[in-house]
């Protein structure tokens, strides 16, 4: 009888041992599948439409709405550029041996108001641009980064004169030294 029990016992093992393995195939795997799909969209989910929106709140940040990216895209319809060509100015330091000559191209918003105001001051805008440039020495123009610094300069100077942001973007289509 013992021997009986033995045998017995070693059968219902064999046979507990492929019921087993057969249970273990995508059951057995079905957690990790449902943690790796679900976390990232779980992740997007809340990050779109928990986070971002409280984030948005406290900063005082509103949604961008289609009613504002329809104005935005008008106004950059509107867009105008103006030429100052041939400011010839002398390089500051070099007692009058060396010139800077620039042409510039400003981009403001306003269509032809826009123009008519850089018409109508002129002699300002072009007495400003010159000053500005003047006061450049040689090693200020030979830096890295001159050119960007000028046109920083030139932009808030513009819209000094102007009164308002009307100035854009200043293009630089014409720099030499000689």
């Known amino acids: 009888m013992a021997e009986d029990r033995k045998s017995a016992g070693a059968e219902s093992a064999a046979e507990a041992a492929p019921a087993a393995s057969k249970g273990g195939g995508v059951a057995g795997w079905l957690p990790l599948i449902l943690a790796v799909v679900l976390m990232p969209a779980i992740a997007f989910g809340m990050t779109k439409f928990v986070i971002v929106p409280e984030l948005q709140s406290s900063l005082g940040i509103k949604a961008p709405t289609e009613a504002g990216a329809k104005a935005k895209s008008a106004t950059d319809a509107k867009k105008t ?4 060509n041939k400011l010839l100015v002398n390089i500051a330091g070099t007692m009058g041996a060396r010139y800077l000559l620039v042409s510039v191209t400003v981009v403001g918003n306003g269509g032809e108001a826009f123009k008519a105001k850089m018409a109508e001051n002129d002699p300002q805008l ?6 500005t440039l003047a006061n450049k020495t040689l090693a200020d123009l030979e830096k ?3 050119r960007n610094l000028i046109r920083t300069e030139l932009i808030n100077g513009f819209n000094n004169v102007l009164g308002d942001n009307s100035v854009q973007e200043i293009y630089i289509t014409e720099f030499g030294i000689q």
């Open 81 to 84: 550029s103006v030429p100052f």
């Open 126 to 131: 072009r007495d400003m641009a010159m000053s």
């Open 144 to 146: 890295s980064g001159a």
